[in-house]
Every structure is written in structure tokens, then in C-alpha cells.
Nanobody
Framework: QVQLVESGGGLVQPGGSLRLSCAAS???????????MGWYRQAPGKQRELVAT???????LYADSVKGRFTISRDNAKNTVYLQMNNLKPEDTAVYYC????????????WGQGTQVIVSS
């Protein structure tokens, strides 16, 4: 019953920046625990790929293509994950999806609806 709500996508010129956010929430009165949260993207004609993940311990993992340009962060008090995207390139154009691994002893993946990012002159 966990829902991920994404925002922050849009149209930006090459070299510009965007900040994506994803807030996780449960049904009224529900309690849930999130382990890792991350961002994936899928460009037209391509497979969905991992962009960045952040564990509950603060560990991070980035795709080689975004290292040095993107930064993932979490606000555990708000169950929210962010993706700061700088120096955007046309190759970054894709639908970006938030994913959260939910559970205590066993985890299940939950996905957001996706937000479109277009990088174009």
C-alpha cells in the first residue's frame, strides 16, 4: 500500500539543472520501513537503467554516465529521496522513476509513476 509520488521533471537546456523529488507514503494509519531508495530512467527505445541509489545507511551508488553530475540524497524524516541533476545532457532525456525497497526482514520494490525529463536546445 506504499505510494511513491514524484515531481520535478520538465524541459531544460543542455547544461541546465533539475531537482527531482520522490515522497513515499502509506495508506492512512499504515506503518512501513524503507531500506534503499533510488532512481531509474528509461529513454525511448532503451531499457530501464539504474541512475542512482541510496541506502538507509547513507551509502550511494551511481551509474558511470552520471557520476560527477547527479547527486542523490534522502530525508528519512519525510521518507523522501531527491535527485539533483546538474550539467544535463541530451542523453539524459528519459522518464525517471523512483523506486523504494520496503520491508524490515524482507523487502519488496515499489515504483513511482515516472516523471519526464527532456534536455534539448
Amino acid at each position: 500500500q506504499v505510494q511513491l509520488v514524484e515531481s520535478g521533471g520538465g524541459l531544460v537546456q543542455p547544461g541546465g539543472s533539475l531537482r527531482l523529488s520522490c515522497a513515499a507514503s502509506g495508506a492512512s494509519g499504515s506503518i512501513f520501513s524503507i531500506n534503499a531508495m533510488g532512481w531509474y530512467r528509461q529513454a525511448p527505445g532503451k531499457q530501464r537503467e539504474l541512475v542512482a541509489t541510496r541506502g538507509s545507511d547513507g551509502s550511494t551508488l551511481y551509474a558511470d554516465s552520471v557520476k560527477g553530475r547527479f547527486t542523490i540524497s534522502r530525508d528519512n524524516a519525510k521518507n523522501t529521496v531527491y535527485l539533483q541533476m546538474n550539467n544535463l545532457k541530451p542523453e539524459d532525456t528519459a522518464v525517471y522513476y523512483c523506486k523504494a525497497d520496503v520491508g524490515i526482514f524482507r523487502t519488496l520494490p515499489y515504483w513511482g509513476q515516472g516523471t519526464q525529463v527532456i534536455v534539448s536546445s
